[in-house]
Structure formats: structure tokens, C-alpha cells
């Protein structure tokens, strides 16, 4: 059986360093376990929630162009947020979709849908080296994974990219521990 990794891409630097981090992760995942699917927010023109509250009434968006992101979503068994840190939170285009996954809360906690359980690992960098910085983006990313039914499973992350240029060689090893064993 193919199981589902399905990562929710915040990067925006192609080449950049939480990319590279996340090329890491994935190149480790045994492939022969796991299909792979990454939704790259930045190349999308997501519409932002409204706070209309309309999900809550039948578990759908006004709008629909998430409906195969939500879908996928409900189908995957691992979800994989990756992003830099941005104002200590996601990127603009990561965090749209996100605030867009106010349905799969809706479906979950108000309309008591049964949603398939599922496992949830973050990926970031950071510029700075600050706890503050890492229980901001924990939080949300808990917020996250708790609203589409995932288990927060661990973290994966590369501090002070202010300073230090290459991924760090423990960064790495956690990185490969956490895909060989999901
Ligand atoms: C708009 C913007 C906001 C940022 N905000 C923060 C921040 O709040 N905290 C922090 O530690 N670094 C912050 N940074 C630094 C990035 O998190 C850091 O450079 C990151 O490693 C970039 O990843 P990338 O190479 O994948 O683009 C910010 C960078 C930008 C461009």
C-alpha cells in the first residue's frame, strides 16, 4: 500500500534554505512506502478567508479554488508544513492557505466530520536564533495540524540562517531520523 506524504509549501526562494531542507527530508523518504505530493503556494493565487463563516454551515468554502488542496488533505497521511519564518509565522502564501483550512476545522469540530488521522511534521528556518521565534511557529503549526486531524509528529529545523550559511550536520541527521521514520 502507497501511503501519502502531502507537503504544504511555504518556500519561496527556490535555492533557498528552507527548500534545501525540505529537498533533504524528502530525498529520505522511502519512496517505495510513500507517494509524495507538494502544493507550492507560492506559484497559486489563493483567495483569502473572509471570515464569512459559511464552512461552518456544510463544511465547504465559497470559494473553490482549494477544493483539490482540501481533498488531498483529507486523503494524505502525513503532512509536511514547510516554510522560513516571516514575521515569526508562515510566508504571506502559506499562511493564506492556512487561514483557508478554517473548512477542515469547520468539518472537524463543528460539524463533527470523521476526518482520516493523520501525522503532521514541520519544516522551517529562521534567521535568527530565538526560542520565541520557534514557539511562535510551533503553535500555529500545532493550530495546523490539529485542524486537519494530524498528530504533530516533530519538527525539523535550521536557526540562524542570518549566520550560518550550510544546513548543520545534526540539522541533517534529525531530518533523516524523522523520514526514515515516520
Ligand atoms: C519578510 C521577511 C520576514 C522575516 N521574518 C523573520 C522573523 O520574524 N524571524 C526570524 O528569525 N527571521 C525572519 N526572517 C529571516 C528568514 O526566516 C530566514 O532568512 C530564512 O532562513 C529564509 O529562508 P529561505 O532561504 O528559504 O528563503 C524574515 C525574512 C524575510 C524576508
Known sequence: MVLKVLVLNGCINK????????????KEVDKNVYSIDIIETQKMQINHCIGCHSCEKDGMCI????????????????IVLASPVYFAS?????????????????????????????????????GRDNQKML???LLQS???????GAKFLDYICQLNT???MNIEEKVIQKSKEIANNL
Open 142 to 148: 500545532r493550530y495546523v495540524f490539529l485542524s486537519v
Open 15 to 26: 535555492n533557498g534554505k528552507t527548500q534545501n531542507l525540505l529537498n533533504l527530508f524528502l
Open 63 to 78: 470559494y473553490d479554488d482549494l477544493n483539490e488542496v482540501y481533498e488531498k488533505i483529507e486523503e494524505s497521511d502525513i
Open 162 to 164: 542570518d549566520k550560518i
Open 135 to 137: 514557539d511562535c511557529i
Open 90 to 126: 508562515f510566508t504571506t502564501p502559506l499562511k493564506t492557505l492556512v487561514d483557508r483550512l478554517q473548512v477542515m476545522y469547520a468539518r472537524k469540530f463543528v460539524l463533527n466530520k470523521q476526518i482520516k488521522e493523520k501525522k503532521g511534521v514541520l519544516i522551517f528556518t529562521s
